[in-house]
Nanobody, 119 residues
Framework: QVQLEESGGGLVQPGGSLRLSCAAS??????????MAWYRQAPGKERELVAA????????YYSDSVKGRFTISRDNAKNTVYLQMNSLKPEDTAVYYC??????????WGQGTQVTVSS
């Protein structure tokens, strides 16, 4: 059974930083055909892809809204994916979800962690 446990959310002032963690069990993040990603959903908006990482091509994906401010990374030994968020803006306020996508089958989701950027 796949489980994704997120942590690291909280309240931060504009311009501040947070690091989200997603510890995976039952899903090997280092497998070349698996993709790990972070999504977010703000109140009244659809869930959107923020960043993704895969071992297959070594290229990470970032949405235009976070490019240059957020960095996705992974620690294969800990089977954990991170999202380092810098220069946070009020519009980054959302629930952030960890996503694990295998090459076949359905996606797996974490429970979400709240990030609030406010002065």
């Amino acid at each position: 059974q796949v489980q994704l446990e997120e942590s690291g959310g909280g309240l931060v002032q504009p311009g501040g930083s947070l690091r989200l963690s997603c510890a995976a069990s039952g899903f090997r993040i280092s497998f070349s055909l698996n993709t790990m990603a972070w999504y977010r959903q703000a109140p009244g908006k659809e869930r959107e892809l923020v960043a993704a990482i895969t071992s297959a091509d070594g290229v990470n994906y970032y949405s235009d809204s976070v490019k240059g401010r957020f960095t996705i990374s992974r620690d294969n030994a800990k089977n954990t994916v991170y999202l380092q968020m810098n220069s946070l803006k009020p519009e980054d306020t959302a629930v952030y979800y960890c996503n694990a996508r295998p090459p076949v089958g359905y996606d797996h989701w974490g429970q979400g962690t709240q990030v609030t950027v406010s002065s």
